[in-house]
T-cell receptor
């Protein structure tokens, strides 16, 4: 089956530092990747959609200069949280899909990254 | 804008009884309705889905119904078991897997022994 990994699984950082989270599709080419944020006891909120080789499309209210997304290859997307602050502490989850080959129709989620900003 | 409403937010049922979670969506362009189960600290797991050209789908103890006219869809779990305890999310999306998923607010299901 389709597998999506994320790294790191957990990260603790000091306020003001930047953190990079990687999302990889291990056995398929992900033409589209999505980044979600989930606060405790809340739903997944879509932050942005990225297509390989294109600039990401951000949802309303998400600061593109703070949450930098790069989707430079068909197997890797990165999310960089710049100048992180305690309110950025959250569970960040990516998902990946392919429209150019199998597996069609479904989005596959990564295991998530727990970010804690002190 | 796109919105998916989900009820109830919490649900407690006796083991062996049925559980029903209901959702409504706003975007008429939505054609694909997945349901996810999420355990604490884990990724959402797709448990069942339904497309707009189908009114009902069943997979063992889980069934989903869709009323596209009313923009309602529901998840039914029968013969509930302790391992069914989790948070369940309904969602709506366009047909393409490149379409963004809009999630409902979630239902915390607890199964009482």
């Amino acid at each position: 089956g389709a597998v999506v990994s994320q790294h790191p699984s957990r990260v603790i950082c000091k306020s003001g530092t930047s953190v990079k989270i990687e999302c990889r599709s291990l056995d398929f080419q992900a033409t589209t990747m999505f980044w979600y944020r989930q606060f405790p006891k809340q739903s997944l909120m879509l932050m942005a959609t990225s297509n390989e080789g294109s600039k990401a499309t951000y949802e309303q209210g998400v600061e593109k200069d703070k949450f930098l997304i790069n989707h430079a290859s068909l197997t890797l997307s990165t999310l960089t949280v710049t100048s992180a602050h305690p309110e950025d502490s959250s569970f960040y989850i990516c998902s990946a899909s392919s429209t150019s080959g199998p597996p069609y129709n479904e989005q596959f989620f990564g295991p998530g990254t727990r970010l804690t900003v002190l | 804008g796109e919105n998916v409403e989900q009820h109830p937010s919490t649900l407690s049922v006796q083991e062996g009884d049925s559980a029903v979670i209901k959702c409504t969506y706003s975007d008429s362009a939505s054609n694909y309705f997945p349901w996810y189960k999420q355990e604490l600290g884990k990724r959402p797991q797709l448990i069942i889905d339904i497309r707009s050209n189908v009114g009902e789908k069943k997979d063992q103890r889980i069934a989903v119904t869709l009323n596209k006219t009313a923009k309602h869809f529901s998840l039914h779990i029968t013969e509930t078991q302790p391992e069914d305890s989790a948070v369940y999310f309904c969602a709506a999306r366009g047909l393409s897997s490149a379409s963004k998923i809009i999630f409902g607010s979630g239902t915390r299901l607890s199964i009482r022994p």
